[in-house]
């Protein structure tokens, strides 16, 4: 099952012109996306994301005004929220910033502030061969730009059973990763590698799931 991510959404399209995977979509909290807020990115996109955003936190703390602003930008990817109130409360946004990766990235996404709710879509989306990103296990892949890494933060969350205290990071594919609300800022963190190149730690912590976008081709994989 390695290596199943090289291809992307646009090879696919280029292939198959009649799918069309722009549409509005509304997640199940209600809310709506309109076609101009999704695109085919997939994960080569998720990774220049995230590189960006590391970028423009660079030297800057989430106590920063400029912290402040662009913290704002990242809650504004989950509905619902008073974001106001997040940031004075220091509410723990590394859920967010997955979510804001993912949107900017043109990928549909269920949008939250616990990473426990997406690791749960996820699942489901690996059961029906629905959905625009799925869960896989670590030895099912290898590190890829775009791939998001959860590890468990002491809630005994595993893949089966996702836990509520999570953490995430989106792998840039050269050893290290992306993630938010670390060091209270955007950082980067070590990825580390088996024998095969699978993911197995982000900073010494196992990973227990890996987050990807599929596309309309999730059904010629026999993963799940």
């Known amino acids: 099952m390695k290596n199943f991510l090289r291809r992307t959404l646009a090879e696919v399209l280029s292939e198959d012109p009649d799918i069309n995977p722009g549409h509005s979509y509304e997640d199940d909290t209600g809310y709506t996306y309109d076609d101009d807020q999704l695109s085919t990115g997939g994960v080569e996109d998720i990774a220049d994301e995230a590189e960006t955003e590391f970028l423009r936190w660079a030297?800057?703390?989430e106590d920063d005004p400029e912290g402040e602003d662009l913290l704002w930008d990242i809650w504004e990817a989950v509905p619902g929220r008073d974001i106001a109130s997040d940031i004075l409360n220091r509410v723990p946004w590394s859920s967010a910033?997955?979510?804001a990766i993912f949107l900017r990235a043109g990928i549909e996404f269920f949008s939250t502030a616990q990473h426990k709710q997406y690791m749960i879509k996820a699942l489901e989306n690996r059961e029906t061969g629905n959905g625009s990103f799925i869960a896989l296990r670590p030895e099912e892949v290898v590190d890829e730009p775009g791939l998001v890494y959860v590890r468990d933060r002491g809630s005994g969350s595993t893949f089966e059973n996702p836990g509520e205290k999570n953490h995430a990071d989106i792998s840039l594919g050269d050893g290290t990763?992306?993630?938010?609300?670390?060091?209270?800022?955007?950082s980067r963190v070590n990825v580390e590698t088996d024998e095969n190149d699978s993911p197995v730690a982000v900073q010494?912590?196992?990973i227990i799931m890996v987050i990807a976008p599929t596309g309309d081709w999730v059904d010629e994989f026999e993963f799940l």
Do not use: M, P, Q, T
Request: aromatic residues 6%; positive net charge; proline residues 0%.
């Open 204 to 206: 010494g912590e196992k």
């Open 59 to 61: 030297g800057v703390k």
């Open 177 to 186: 990763a992306v993630g938010g609300n670390l060091s209270n800022s955007v």
């Open 97 to 99: 910033f997955i979510s």
